[in-house]
Every structure is written in C-alpha cells, then in structure tokens.
C-alpha cells in the first residue's frame, strides 16, 4: 500500500518515530507521502525524507497557515522548490479552509494559485486541503481546466457531484479514515466511485479509521481504511491495493 497523505515528521512521532516506520512495513505499507504545513515544518519534513527512502517529500504552504505573514512564507517555499529541483514530488498541501478563520480568505484564494501556477511551472501534481471550501476551490481551479493540472484532492469528504467533478478536472480523490466514520456518509460516496479515482492515506497524526478512532492515527492503520473501501466498492483487497497503488504512481510518478 501507498500512504499518498501522512504528516509522520510532527514531534508526535518523536518518540517512537522508528518503531512506527517499522509497524508500517509489517502492515505493508511501502511508501509515505510527506506533505508540509508551512517554513516551520521545511526542517523536519526534509529531515525524515532524507533519512528514509521510502518517505516522499512534498512542499507547499497549508492554507491554515497563510496569516498575516503569508507573503514571507510563500515566498520562503517557493524558493525552497526551486533551489531543490527534482527533491519533491508534488506541491501541497495547499488549498483553502474556512472552517477555523475566514479572515484570510483572499490571500488563501492566492497562495493557492501560485502554488499551482508553480506547479503547472514545474510540472508537478498538487495536494489539495480543503475543508468548507468546496466552491471557492472549484474556482480557483476552473481557471486552471485543460492546463495540464493534476494531484489528489487530499481527504475528500464531498458530494459524489463534487466527486465527479474534482475528477473531471483530473484530480483523483484521498480517502482516508473518515471512510470508516459511522456517520461520516463519505462510504455511500465512495460505493459510486470507480475505484481508478482513488488512492489511499492516513493524514497521520489525524482521523485515525476505526477502530482506531480517537488514538494517533499512522501509516500502519492505512490497512483499517483499504479493507473499509474494498468492501464497499465489492472487490478483493488485494485488487484495491493493486489499483490505488498505480493511481499514486501515476500522480506521483514513481
């Protein structure tokens, strides 16, 4: 399995961070997509994809983050992209979140769009965070229809309208543990889907699958939110595994 999503570099794997990399192996777990939160999180992100092969960076600057300094801290990002060409895979997670703090709506709906257009730049996929912000992300990225943009729209939890159109516009959809949330409605979502559009993550230390739920989530209970959607979408686990696995390869290139 792929972990297309998992922030395993906050201190809240300090200290077990080895033996937790170790649980993920046993669970099957063959690679972790490390994406950043903003200039504070750079350090140890890069820390971990250095020291282990099999966790991926990413960079780009999380919309929660973008404040009243969120021109320093884009501009500390991108430059960061640019003098390590080829060291990340994707930009993200970017995106915009309303759920907390409407005040910087404006210069979310920026920071996201050059964050793609750097993207677009460098021909990278994108990570999307986006939590009450359907419409106002569909906008920005209708801008960007058939310019060759392309990334997961990380913790999907839309309508199976939203679905389809993050799809259409090239996007495949993360699920991740609210999967397994009994009334998270994200399941009769994800029944609909085919299962091409789909890859697999955690969001570690978040939104742990049950029945893990309420715990620290990590890599290894990827394995609790594969088997939840391989029974709903009707199909040996192995086969999900299989397919999700090509999808990451196919967003991540490798």
Excluded at 10 to 29: N, S, T, Y
Excluded at 179 to 205: C, M, S, W, Y
């Amino acid at each position: 399995m792929i972990d297309t999503h998992s922030h395993i570099y906050l201190k809240d794997f300090a200290e077990d961070r080895a033996e937790m990399l170790q649980r993920a192996r046993e669970a099957g777990v063959e690679k972790v997509y490390l994406p950043n939160i903003d200039a504070s999180s750079m350090a140890s992100l890069k820390a971990l994809a250095d020291a282990e092969t099999n966790c991926i960076p990413m960079m780009g600057l999380h919309p929660g983050s973008v404040k009243e300094n969120w021109e320093k801290e884009l501009e500390t990002i991108l430059s960061d992209i640019d003098q390590n060409p080829g060291y990340y895979k994707a930009i993200g997670e970017i995106g915009m979140d309303l759920y907390w703090d409407k005040t910087f709506v404006k210069e979310q709906e920026i920071a996201f769009a050059r964050q793609i257009e750097k993207a677009l730049e460098l021909q990278l996929p994108i990570v999307i965070h986006c939590r009450e912000a359907f419409n106002e992300i569909f906008a920005v990225l209708e801008d960007y229809r058939g310019k060759g943009l392309y990334g997961i729209f990380h913790c999907f939890t839309g309508t199976a309208e939203q679905a389809q159109h993050a799809i259409d516009l090239g996007l495949k959809l993360g699920i991740g543990g609210i999967v397994t949330f009994k009334n998270a409605g994200l399941d009769k979502v994800v029944e609909q889907l085919n299962p091409r559009h789909i890859v697999l993550e955690t969001d570690a230390p978040y939104l742990a699958p049950d029945p893990k739920r309420g715990k620290r989530n990590e890599p290894a209970f990827l394995a609790y939110t594969a088997q939840k959607v391989a029974d709903l979408l009707l199909m040996p686990l192995k086969e999900l595994e299989e397919i999700t696995n090509q999808n990451a390869k196919e967003v991540f290139g490798s």
